[in-house]
Structure formats: structure tokens, C-alpha cells
């Protein structure tokens, strides 16, 4: 069974920094793309970065480009979002999610990890 | 970037058909997938590849695509799809490949 775990989400302060993990097993996790989509409370789906299975391939939503660095270790199955200069806006459910083996879409997501920004 | 602009609320009879668009420029050249998402809950794939549903996905749930507009259909609607429904598809003429619509609450009356 496919499994994401998404951990390390939490209050932290405007400027703050904060690093999310995601565990990943039931499946090879070297060979698929990941990604990470947030969730601002009350608000719709906002994907925010990629990362392709070797790493070749990285992308971020403007929104986060130059604060935020994906990164992954295929050795642990694990899945990694650097969170830098935290915003109030950033405030949101993140969720790691796997993109589908015939690809352009997240087959599996976790759970979500919670991240609030404020004072 | 591209765009998709989904309608915020569905409304539906227990039993009746549920229909929820997502308008994007040529969308039909492109390939939708769908997600609902219950409260509290993280979303869940239920039709890729504009019509294609994931093993445990009920056939009530179909889905379209041609034009400007891709189309999820809910047909026999039951008080358990409650939910918001998100259509999702992938540019891949930009480095900001993952594009969501806004989404759309459907409502069991």
C-alpha cells in the first residue's frame, strides 16, 4: 500500500524558517516525480514545487521561487520542502503527493502537515 | 500562466445528475484530471486523463473534455459525494507545470 507521511509542519514566526519531511513506502520511490501542493485554510488547492525522480527537473510557483528548495533523498524514500522567510500567507495544509506512473497527475497524497505562520 | 475557472457551488438532488466545469482556453487539447476532496480530508484522484477512473472510484463518477470546457459528471448523486471537486491539468509549455482549477463545493440537497 502506498503510504506519504508528511511531518515537521508547526507555529513558527514571520521570517521563520521550517523543514517538512515526507516518508514515503509501498512503492519505489526512487522511480516518481513528487511534488508539494498547499492548502491556506478555507482556500482552494495551490501547487508550489516539483522535483522529478533523479532530480533533473525542479520547479517552483512564483510564490515561493527563491524562498522555498524541494529536495529528496531516494536512499531514505524521503521527500523534503526548506521552508525560508515564512510569510503570514504561507500559512497552510502541505501536502506531499506522488505524481501517477503514466504522469500530469498526483495519484497519492498524504495526509497533510499543518504550517502557521503568525507572531 | 494558464487558467481554469471552476463555478464555487454545485447544488444537486439526492438520486439526480451532478455536473461540474472547468473552463480553460482549448482545453481539450490538453488532459484533465479530477479530485474531490472531503473536509478535513486530503484529496483523492477520481478521474485521470479526462475520463479514466483509479481502481475503487464508482462509475457513477465520469468525466468529459472537448473545447474550452472539461466536465466532471456525478450521475445518481448520493449525500456521501459532499465535497469540493478540483480539476487539475498539466503545462507543459511553462516551468509551473501543476495547475489547479479553484475549485467547486457540490452540495447533496
Known amino acids: 500500500e502506498v503510504q506519504l507521511v508528511e511531518s515537521g509542519g508547526g507555529l513558527v514566526q514571520p521570517g521563520g524558517s521550517l523543514r517538512l519531511s515526507c516518508a514515503a513506502s509501498?512503492?519505489?520511490?526512487?522511480?516518481?516525480?513528487m511534488m508539494w501542493v498547499r492548502q491556506a485554510p478555507g482556500k482552494g488547492l495551490e501547487w508550489i514545487s516539483y522535483i522529478s525522480a533523479s532530480r533533473s527537473f525542479i520547479y517552483y510557483a512564483d510564490s515561493v521561487k527563491g524562498r522555498f528548495t524541494i529536495s529528496r533523498d531516494n536512499a531514505k524514500n524521503s521527500l523534503f520542502l526548506q521552508m525560508n522567510s515564512l510569510r503570514a500567507e504561507d500559512t497552510a495544509v502541505y501536502y506531499c503527493?506522488?505524481?501517477?506512473?503514466?504522469?500530469?497527475?498526483?495519484?497519492?497524497w498524504g495526509q497533510g502537515s499543518l504550517v502557521t505562520v503568525s507572531s | 500562466s494558464y487558467v481554469l475557472a471552476q463555478p464555487p457551488s454545485v447544488s444537486v438532488a439526492p438520486g439526480k445528475t451532478a455536473r461540474v466545469t472547468c473552463g480553460g482556453n482549448n482545453i481539450g487539447s490538453k488532459s484533465v484530471h479530477w479530485y474531490q476532496q472531503k473536509p478535513g480530508q486530503a484529496p483523492v484522484l477520481i478521474i485521470y486523463y479526462d475520463a479514466n477512473r483509479p481502481s475503487g472510484i464508482p462509475e457513477r463518477f465520469s468525466g468529459s473534455n472537448s473545447g474550452n470546457t472539461a466536465t466532471l459528471t456525478i450521475s445518481r448523486v448520493e449525500a456521501g459525494d459532499e465535497a469540493d471537486y478540483y480539476c487539475q491539468v498539466w503545462d507543459t509549455t511553462t516551468e509551473h507545470p501543476v495547475v489547479f482549477g479553484g475549485g467547486t463545493q457540490l452540495t447533496v440537497l
Open positions: 503527493a506522488r505524481e501517477g506512473p503514466v504522469a500530469y497527475y498526483c495519484d497519492h
Open positions: 509501498g512503492f519505489t520511490f526512487s522511480s516518481y516525480n
